[in-house]
């Protein structure tokens, strides 16, 4: 870290988490931290679901939840940004506090439950960017006291069709109760179909991904693959956090409720990934997220079979100029190796994490 990022960590640090969160957006939103000289490389760039990414790094929701700051996210050198995830209704989400630091660990447990200013407040920032340059996609999930789930990401797709350049449908957060049950293949298959129906009655068809658990076992994987395929989604986000506590050093903190991200999850996410590769075959996409700090670790995601790769604890960690970071050794990687595209890395060690245990 520079010391101006390390700086801005510790400042950040003497605040509740959920209160540094806020004061990072109020940062972007006037401009600052500036990002560095933009990384570009020809040998970075992934053409994926008609989709052409500058580069395979990019932010993961949950960090830009309301579509306040995705050009300032471009700006610090992501190849793409994910907003979200964004409900019909606004919603407050979990009693505070809600979000904790696992410093240690370089980790974070959250229990935020779908906090966001809904639909209409996010549709007005989308639209209002509407012709800009720059890839976004929109994160969207059902209220927690829904009577009618599935309809709520019918609803999802209708309204943000026109502005997202991708739509992910989010059925794997743990913080909203019961939401992950629609991972079992008879709710899925009735989910995707109403999706892909609700997506082709849209004037505009992004690609629609599916984000999963990484708390799933193999023949639940099996039963997502399966409904993926049949159904023709364009692709597989893994994972979100996870529910299970790996051995951490956090004490202090490693007990409270909610999801786990960061370093932690790196392992198990990565194991995921390579079997939903195996299980989906070589052509689906899939973004791989969960644990990326360095430029090795976005790496290794690649090679373990992600197509793209996400972020956002790291972040936290190590700084608005991790980007910058990440793609500059991306590049000093694929010349040392002399490789035409980043995407020849991909795959090259599925079979050794595929081969794990979950």
């Known amino acids: 870290m520079s010391l101006f990022d390390r700086v801005g960590q510790k400042l950040l640090f003497g605040f509740d988490p959920e209160a540094a969160h806020g004061l990072s ?35 993961a929701a949950g960090y830009d939840k309301n579509a306040e700051v995705p050009d300032a996210l471009l700006g610090l050198g992501f190849g793409f ?17 809600r979000i904790f630091r696992l410093t240690a660990d370089e ?5 935020l439950g ?24 929109v994160n969207i ?31 794997s957060s743990p913080n909203t109760p019961g939401l992950r049950n629609m ?39 099996e039963d997502i693959a399966a409904e993926v395929t049949e159904k023709q989604i364009d692709g597989v986000i893994v994972s979100n956090t996870t529910i299970s506590r790996p051995s951490l050093r956090s004490t202090g903190v490693a007990g409270e409720t909610g999801g786990l991200s960061g370093k932690p999850l ?17 052509d689906r996409t899939i973004i791989g997220v969960g644990g990326v700090s360095t430029t090795e670790t976005a790496l290794e995601k690649i090679r373990a079979g992600a197509d793209l790769v996400q972020l956002y604890t790291g972040m936290i960690y190590a700084g608005p100029a991790l980007p910058g970071r990440i793609l500059s050794g991306m590049i000093r990687f694929v010349e040392k190796e002399q490789l035409k595209s980043i995407r020849d890395l991909r795959d090259n060690r599925l079979d050794f994490w595929a081969s794990k245990q979950l």
């Not at 409900?87 to 979990?94: C, E, S, W």
């Not at 790196?266 to 070589?282: D, N, Q």
Request: proline letters at 8%; one cysteine or more; charged letters at 25%.
């Open 107 to 111: 980790a974070v447990i959250n229990r």
């Open 25 to 59: 957006i109020a940062a972007l939103k006037c401009g600052l931290p500036v990002g560095g000289r933009p990384v570009r490389d020809a040998r970075l760039k992934v053409s994926l679901c008609g989709i052409d990414f500058p580069n395979p790094l990019g932010m």
């Open 183 to 221: 991972q079992a293949r008879e709710q899925l298959g009735e989910l995707l179909s109403r999706i892909i129906a609700a997506r082709s009655a849209a004037a505009v068809q992004p690609p629609v991904f599916l984000k999963i658990a990484p708390d799933l076992v193999e023949a639940e994987l």
């Open 266 to 282: 790196f392992e198990r996410s990565t194991i995921v990934l390579a079997k939903m590769r195996k299980l989906l075959g070589p």
């Open 114 to 137: 779908f906090n966001n200013e809904g639909h209409e407040a996010a549709e007005r920032r989308l639209a209002a960017r509407r012709g800009r340059a720059g890839i976004v996609g």
């Open 81 to 97: 940004a994910e907003v979200g995830t964004v409900t019909p209704l606004p919603q407050v989400g979990n009693p505070k506090p």
């Open 141 to 171: 999930g059902a209220n927690k006291d829904s009577a009618d789930r599935v309809s709520d990401y019918e609803r999802g797709v209708t309204r943000f069709a026109p502005y997202a350049s991708y739509l992910t449908v989010n059925i």
